[in-house]
T-cell receptor, first 114, second 115 residues
Framework: AQTVTQSQPEMSVQEAETVTLSCTYDTSESDYYLFWYKQPPSRQMILVIRQEAYKQQNATENRFSVNFQKAAKSFSLKISDSQLGDAAMYFCAYRWAYGNKLVFGAGTILRVKS | GAGVSQSPRYKVAKRGQDVALRCDPISGHVSLFWYQQALGQGPEFLTYFQNEAQLDKSGLPSDRFFAERPEGSVSTLKIQRTQQEDSAVYLC?????????????FGQGTRLTVV
């Protein structure tokens, strides 16, 4: 069974600084997708960034980028120029390429200090 | 609709009551998912529909949980004889298809509290 581990229950960052959230996963599959979701207090999960396992190039979306290390099964999220609106719970998630369900980690609470 | 809509947003049930949670997916979305999110945890998969067909119900925790999507659009998650451990946020998500890195769009969830 696939598992996703987020070892940082909580992180803090100063506004305008950079923060990295960690995620590791375990799978025996070679084709899969990885995602980072943001969940603000409204509870609605919002997709931040996604990565295809077959792509070596790390995904980037504006201030958000990932460091995908397939051999190490690591998928960290870097947030640059942190903003107050980035404060939320962040979830790392995995989906097998031929499956349907997302497998989530336990989440990391990100606090942004002004 | 503009997004995935779930109702009610909050539900308090007495232990032993039956509850029904509704999900209105984005119009035209073929795939629909239910997840259960306990307090302080990540969502856990409950069940998956492709149109009206329930293709995966491996995550349903007991036979007290039942989901349906009879016309391939609106879905209802029913919990019979609720117990305290059923207290959680129930999230619904939909996607156009479920291939590749297709994005799943989530609703705001229903927070169920069993007292």
């Amino acid at each position: 069974a696939q598992t996703v581990t987020q070892s940082q229950p909580e992180m803090s960052v100063q506004e305008a600084e950079t923060v990295t959230l960690s995620c590791t996963y375990d799978t025996s599959e070679s084709d899969y997708y990885l995602f980072w979701y943001k969940q603000p207090p409204s509870r609605q999960m919002i997709l931040v960034i996604r990565q295809e396992a077959y792509k070596q190039q790390n995904a980037t979306e504006n201030r958000f980028s990932v460091n995908f290390q397939k051999a190490a099964k690591s998928f960290s999220l870097k947030i640059s120029d942190s903003q107050l609106g980035d404060a939320a719970m962040y979830f790392c998630a995995y989906r097998w390429a031929y499956g349907n369900k997302l497998v989530f980690g336990a989440g990391t609470i990100l606090r942004v200090k002004s | 609709g503009a997004g995935v809509s779930q109702s009610p947003r909050y539900k308090v049930a007495k232990r032993g009551q039956d509850v029904a949670l509704r999900c209105d997916p984005i119009s035209g979305h073929v795939s629909l998912f239910w997840y259960q999110q306990a307090l302080g945890q990540g969502p856990e998969f409950l069940t998956y529909f492709q149109n009206e067909a329930q293709l995966d119900k491996s995550g349903l925790p007991s036979d007290r949980f039942f989901a349906e999507r009879p016309e391939g659009s609106v879905s209802t998650l029913k919990i019979q004889r609720t117990q305290q451990e059923d207290s959680a946020v129930y999230l619904c998500a939909s996607s156009l298809i479920i291939q590749g890195n297709t994005e799943a769009f989530f609703g705001q969830g229903t927070r169920l509290t069993v007292v």
